[in-house]
């Protein structure tokens, strides 16, 4: 059963990623967007269906899988420092999940919350937890 949960924590992972990295590449659309005009529109509201379809389940699925797997072997890791560091990381990439759900909303209402240069530097963010994240889990370094 294990194997299941850790398979699905894992593909979850995966769609959950895809749109943390899909969705900063629209706010650098939307930056550039005229205010009213039909790409602000348009990116309103793949922007919404983004996060409503695809990232909040998934990372709902991420934290619940996880969750389980931790309950199911917690007398294995509990004192796992490696798995400490992970689920900081983890919860750093929940924060930055909550950051750009708060700048959809001020995208929606009608803001400019940002630069196009400023999602461009903030759309490194997941690839550089998920190494760390990786590694952490992989090659359990302490």
Do not use: C
Request: no cysteine; glycine share 6%; proline share 4%.
């Amino acid at each position: 059963m294990y194997e299941w949960i850790r398979a699905f924590h894992i593909i979850f992972v995966i769609f959950w990623m895809a749109g943390m990295l899909y969705l900063p590449r629209l706010y650098v659309y939307h930056s550039r967007a005229k205010l009213g005009g039909e790409a602000d529109e348009m990116l309103k509201i793949q922007e919404q269906k983004l996060l409503r379809i695809i990232i909040n389940p998934a990372m709902l699925a991420v934290f619940g899988l996880g969750f389980w797997m931790l309950y199911l072997r917690w007398d294995a890791y509990k004192l796992e420092a490696w798995l400490h560091a992970k689920l900081l990381l983890v919860f750093l990439m929940g924060a930055y999940h909550g950051f750009l759900s708060k700048k959809r909303k001020q995208f929606a209402a009608g803001e400019r919350p940002h630069s196009e240069k400023f999602f461009r530097v903030i759309n490194e963010i997941p690839p550089i937890l998920t190494i760390f994240i990786v590694i952490l889990v992989v090659i359990k370094p302490f």
